[in-house]
């Protein structure tokens, strides 16, 4: 069965500088994919950053990366230039090898970034 | 552009009442899902549907029934409330693609909160 392991509760940053958030997973799949999505105080889940397991290159959408290391199972967020509106709430997820988006969250990790 | 809506925001209920939590999506995506999101436990699925007919179970479905008449709607019915079901539930919708298809991203609703006494 699919695991994520987000093992940070929560994670302290100031303004403008750079914070990793881990992930861990475990899948017996070849092919799957792992997602990042943000939930803000407001309560909605933002999509932030996507990685297939054949990508050969680490995803990036502007501030944000994905350090995916295969052989270690690992996806940790990278977020740069961090900014008083990436206080939230973080959760990484995968998708195993289905036809669709069946996901498994891990427990998150809650993200505070001070002036 | 609606995405995926989901009624109520807020609902409390009673021991042993039923309701039903309506979600719609107008974005004609055959893949719906429900979760429920519990203070540090992340996002559960609780049940999903492929297409018109076709539902299958998740995580944690016990409590809970679901059906899908029409490709848009996919509401999630508790049948006899219980505290145990106090959670925030989020409905999340996305296209039916091939693994290899890239992010194929869920939309979700903005949720509903339920509170069972």
């Known amino acids: 069965a699919q695991k994520i392991t987000q093992t940070q509760p929560g994670m302290f940053v100031q303004e403008k500088e750079a914070v990793t958030l881990d992930c861990t997973y475990d899948?017996?799949?070849?092919?799957?994919?792992l997602f990042w999505y943000k939930q803000p105080s407001s309560g909605e889940m933002i999509f932030l950053i996507y990685?297939?397991?054949?990508?050969?290159q680490n995803a990036t959408e502007g501030r944000y990366s994905l350090n995916f290391q295969k052989a270690r199972k690992s996806a940790n967020l990278v977020i740069s230039a961090s900014q008083l509106g990436d206080s939230a709430m973080y959760f990484c997820a995968m998708r195993e090898n289905t036809g669709f988006q069946k996901l498994v969250f891990g427990t998150g990790t809650r993200l505070l970034v001070s002036p | 552009n609606a995405g995926v809506t989901q009624t109520p925001k807020f609902q409390v209920l009673k021991t042993g009442q039923s309701m039903t939590l309506q979600c719609a999506q107008d974005m004609n995506h055959e893949y719906m899902s429900w979760y429920r999101q519990d203070p540090g436990m992340g996002l559960r699925l609780i049940h999903y549907?492929?297409?018109?007919?076709?539902?299958d179970q998740g995580e944690v479905p016990n409590g809970y029934n679901v059906s899908r008449s029409t490709t848009e709607d996919f509401p999630l019915r508790l049948l006899s409330a219980a505290p145990s079901q106090t959670s925030v539930y989020f409905c999340a919708s996305s296209t039916l693609a091939g693994p290899s298809s890239g992010a194929n991203v869920l939309t979700f609703g903005a949720g509903s909160r339920l509170t069972v006494l």
């Open positions: 899948t017996s799949d070849q092919s799957y994919g």
């Open positions: 549907s492929v297409g018109a007919g076709i539902t």
């Open positions: 990685q297939g397991s054949y990508d050969e």
